[in-house]
């Protein structure tokens, strides 16, 4: 096998232009058999590996460096810079990440999870590297859906000002997770099907050869199809970017001969590839959206898999339902209509969903227009994406104590994707915030009422739920929340255990039947129900137990409130330390961090309360 004989992405140089296809489909092969055993990004990983085998051919890593936005389709890149050997570790405990990380190889250039972050890291390094004297390459590979987020535009905004050396690749497959939205995506679909487009790809090579780096500089001598390229149908034409495209990304061999016409271009040069999603695993082109994050798999026999009743899709039926309810309720989302199950709502209230793309700071922002226009929005975001949206949260929605609901999903540790997309963060930066209102379900029943709650509140509220599996809850019912109160599950003598969000089964678990041990669904964190903590902590001891950073998180605000509230009971605060946790599965990270039931355990033992372990468990 070629791709055995692959040390580093120097030796693709020494290969023919047979070889190299052949690496192609070699390379496809071992990222469907790896994914299909650990699971991973299947569909984004198959469509770049033409391009990934291109630039390690034309470009020099790790001295030029190549950088991917949100990494999660750089598994061919990882294959070809030495890492074959450790690649069936990919998104395990101690494997490779699933996205590029410095730490993990000097051929990655940043480490990524999150979309548009590319461009503005390649113009640091361009400035950096003029300031030092050096000539190397820079090269940022964006996708058509990553330009949907503000930070890339700003970026190009500023590239295109200061003029520095770097080509930046638009890999376009017209899609993210979802379809793409946005008026460029439209742009961009436009741009394929026209003539002069069509034209250029018939011509192939031979059009490729009479464009030369001269006729990108000089405008007299060109055709038609230049003078689209270089004015009159180029998108970036006000970011003042040298514009090439669009061309096949998967021609490997019209790829190798445009890099190496572009490499040592002056200035911005944007190179837009058209690709497709999942090429070459036919169930993955087919559909993308599904095999875009995909699960273990037969790679011979791929099936859909019919999975549990999610967080995420009770809470979709849920928000689906309260709107035939609620006239004035309108969903957002930044492109994660799947991921956050949305996919029902959007298809039964279409003219009240908005979908804005790679962009959370807009979807908070677009959330205040309509909250102050009398409406009342509902944010659907993972934990891990509102961190972007910080600003618009304090300063656009909560300065006026506007009724926004975020449904934040993906609170917690979410497993295999690792410390970028751990939502671990969101209850110390919402805590903060004057008159945020922030609360846990603990089952989709309660989730029903506090999200119908939630829509009457005065100001912001922030409903939290974990990644995985949950029981549905009836449709059409809609039970009563006491807003602020805690609940008491389990009454106890000596001990009682504050558990908030997903780490109450461990609670109840750990509690077992043991008298001394109450358990206490502690659902509200802000505000917090200071009425029952007083009562509790009087003669007993207290354990909060949390899967967030114990900085600023749950545990803090009870202490806090204890404090304001002269009681010094003994407490035990377990959640995540202060750290970044790494990936693999949720429970051995929780095992690992003590918020399990073995770890509420050792708490408890230290507090002198040791629990039967073998007695029947509680609730």
């Not at 199809?225 to 490997?252: C, S």
Request: charge should be negative; aromatic fraction near 6%; proline fraction near 5%.
């Amino acid at each position: 096998m070629l791709l055995s004989r692959i040390r580093g992405p120097e030796d693709l140089k020494t290969l023919s232009e047979e070889e190299l296809h052949e690496l192609v489909e070699e390379l496809r092969s071992e990222i469907i058999r790896v994914t299909a055993e650990t699971g991973g990004h299947l569909a984004s990983s198959l469509g770049a590996v033409e391009l990934i085998v291109a630039l390690h051919r034309v470009f020099e890593s790790p001295r030029d460096r190549i950088l991917f936005d949100v990494g999660h389709q750089a598994y061919a890149h990882k294959l070809l810079t030495g890492r074959q050997d450790r690649f069936h570790t990919l998104r395990q405990e101690g494997g490779l990440s699933g996205f590029t990380k410095v730490s993990e190889s000097e051929h990655d250039a940043i480490t990524v999870g999150h979309a548009s972050t590319s461009l503005a890291n390649a113009l640091g390094m361009a400035v950096a590297r003029d300031l030092q004297g050096q000539d190397h390459k820079i090269v940022a590979v964006i996708g058509d859906g990553a330009l949907t987020g503000g930070m890339a535009l700003a970026a190009l905004n500023k590239i295109g000002e200061m003029g520095k050396d770097m080509l930046i690749v638009l890999n376009d497959n017209e899609m993210s997770i979802s379809p793409n939205v946005g008026a460029l995506a439209g742009y961009f679909k436009t741009l394929q099907v026209q003539k002069w487009v069509q034209d250029a790809e018939k011509l192939g090579k031979g059009f490729l050869e009479r464009i030369s780096p001269r006729l990108f500089e000089l405008a007299d001598r060109a055709k038609e199809a230049t003078k689209m390229i270089l004015h009159q149908e180029n998108p970036f034409y006000a970011w003042n970017l040298r514009y090439v495209g669009p061309v096949d990304g998967h021609d490997l061999k019209g790829l190798v001969y445009l890099l190496e016409k572009l490499k040592d271009l002056s200035g911005p040069t944007l190179l837009h590839i058209v690709t497709k999603k999942g090429k070459g695993y036919k169930v993955a082109e087919e559909d993308p959206t599904h095999w875009h994050g995909a699960s273990p798999f037969n790679p011979d026999a791929p099936q859909k898999k019919k999975g549990s009743h999610t967080w995420s899709l009770a809470f979709g039926d849920a928000v689906t339902e309260l709107a035939g309810r609620e006239e004035k309720l309108v969903v957002l989302t930044p492109a994660m209509r799947e991921g956050s199950g949305l996919v029902r709502y959007a298809q039964t209230w279409p003219d009240r969903y908005l979908d804005v793309g790679i962009a959370e700071d807009v979807a908070v922002t677009t959330a205040a227009g309509l909250a102050l226009a009398g409406m009342k929005p509902v944010v659907a975001i993972y934990s891990t994406f509102l961190q972007r949206a910080v600003d618009q949260v304090i300063h656009d929605v909560a300065i006026e104590k506007l009724n926004v609901v975020f449904a934040i999903d993906r609170a917690g540790l979410v497993g295999a994707d690792g410390p970028t997309h751990h939502g671990v963060f969101d209850l110390a930066f919402l805590r903060t915030v004057p008159g945020m209102q922030i609360a846990a379900p603990k089952d989709a029943l309660e989730l029903r009422a506090m999200l119908s709650a939630a829509l009457e509140q005065n100001g912001p509220v922030a409903l939290r739920w974990p990644r995985g599996a949950v029981e549905p809850a009836p449709e059409g019912a809609w039970p009563e929340c006491a807003w602020g109160r805690w609940e008491v599950l389990k009454p106890g003598s000596e001990v009682y255990l504050l558990a908030f969000g997903k780490t109450l089964g461990y609670a109840l678990e750990a509690a077992a039947a043991d008298p001394r041990v109450g358990v206490v669904n502690a659902r509200f964190l802000k505000p917090l129900d200071r009425e029952t903590l007083a009562e509790l902590a009087t003669g007993r001891a207290l354990v909060t137990v949390e899967d967030h950073q114990l900085a600023g998180g749950f545990g803090a605000a009870v202490l806090e409130a204890l404090e304001e509230l002269g009681l010094r009971p003994e407490v035990r605060r377990l959640g995540l330390p202060d750290r970044f946790t790494d990936q693999g599965k949720v429970e051995s990270l929780h095992a690992k961090a003590g918020i399990d039931a073995a770890g509420i355990r050792r708490a408890l033992a230290e507090l002198g309360v040791n629990v039967n372990v073998s007695a029947p468990r509680a609730g």
